[in-house]
């Protein structure tokens, strides 16, 4: 036991070096995520208003109710209404910054229509819109409409969780798996086999530092935005929990990949397409739920990391529960060990 932990730690030693080195790695791990997430900040944080061609409204409550007001409301295009099946209350939606005016349906009670201040006169389009529709049995009851505070996440303070999956999801391809497919091409871990060094040694300490590197690069990146740009961090429980589990998710799904491939020159553009891949429909940047692309999300770990990270550091997520994300994490976490184990071979020519 002793024997295999001072190899475990000398192997961790060892391979940090290597990695720190290695000039790609360290510029996908730190540089790039920091010159990304300083140059978002200035941008967006510069300007927080935002004026919308049209208003997105959510409509949440009891079915039946819901689907009376979504048909009235589409008589108007510049209404894109989307029905909400959970409990988020209204003043969590108009903080996401997805929507501009809640419509809150409670079962045989007027219909209430929440909405900023900068938005009031969306409230008020509604409200006349469904005054004559109003599902109570007294018709002439009138609608209520409440101001929410301003306090809207926007800029960098929604898109803080994206940058932080889009740089761990570099440290997973080309921190990870690139560096791996291409120690194998070169025939290197051939040499451990001369030593006796333990097969699960080596994984864990090749796991082990890049564990390190994708929480030291989140640490980094958070400071940067909590301290210098003033994003605030809803649940920092949560957040530690979600981004100890996404880092040792996504470095294992990294090393998972590395098993199907002994030739970087193949590796390389299978990681470009997974890259953007990820970006497109890993709930990062875009909101995907409920159009036809939905599904894909499904596909990678990505996803469900996303949206846990939105929830914790906004409180709003748009496709998972917390609980939801957490488990398809676990899920690709197991997945992904397997494969990495299975398929690890000291000659990976005979594998």
């Known amino acids: 036991m002793n024997y295999n932990w001072s190899v475990f730690f000398s192997m961790f030693r060892a391979n940090l070096k290597e990695y720190t080195r290695d000039i790609l790695p360290f510029l996908f791990s730190f540089i790039m995520p920091v010159f990304f997430i300083v140059a978002y900040g200035v941008s967006k944080n ?24 979504e048909e009235k409301l ?5 209404f894109k209404i989307q029905v909400i099946n959970s409990i988020e209350s209204a003043d969590t939606l108009i903080a996401s910054g997805k929507y ?19 938005y009031l006169n969306v409230a008020t389009l509604i409200k006349k819109t469904l005054q004559g529709e109003v599902m109570t049995h007294a018709s002439s009851t009138d609608i209520p409409t409440r101001v929410v505070s301003d306090n809207r996440i926007a800029g960098l303070d929604y898109s803080f969780a994206a940058i932080l999956s889009l740089s761990l999801l ?65 649940y920092p429980v949560t957040f530690i929990m979600v981004i ?17 491939f002994n030739r970087m020159s193949m590796a390389s553009a299978f990681l470009i397409v997974l890259n953007f891949y990820c970006i497109f429909f890993g709930q990062m940047f875009s909101d995907i739920n409920g159009s036809s692309w939905q599904l894909l999300v499904y596909t990678t770990p990505v996803g469900f990391i996303s949206e846990a990270l939105h929830y914790a550091t906004t409180g709003y997520a748009s496709m998972f529960t917390i609980f939801q ?27």
Do not use: H, W
């Open 325 to 351: 994300s957490m488990t398809g994490m676990l899920i690709y976490l197991l997945v992904s060990c397997f494969i990495g184990i299975r398929f690890f071979s000291f000659e990976p020519g005979k594998a």
């Open 100 to 118: 501009q005016a809640v419509v809150s349906v409670l079962e045989n009670s007027t219909p209430q229509v929440a909405s900023t201040s900068q």
């Open 74 to 78: 589409k008589d108007f295009t510049l």
């Open 244 to 260: 100890s589990c996404a880092a040792l998710t996504l470095v294992n799904y990294g090393y998972a990949i590395a098993g199907f």
């Open 170 to 234: 570099q440290v997973a391809l080309f921190g990870t798996a690139a560096p791996v497919v291409t120690a194998k091409e070169k025939g290197l871990y051939r040499l451990f086999k001369i030593i006796p060094v333990p097969r699960m040694g080596l994984l864990g300490a090749q796991v082990a530092v890049r564990f390190f590197v994708s929480m030291l690069q989140l640490l980094v990146l958070t400071a940067i935005a909590v301290f210098v740009f003033n994003v605030p961090v809803k």
């Open 46 to 69: 510069g300007t927080q208003t935002e004026q919308a061609f049209s208003a997105n409204v959510a409509i949440i409550g009891s079915a039946n109710d819901t689907a009376k007001i």
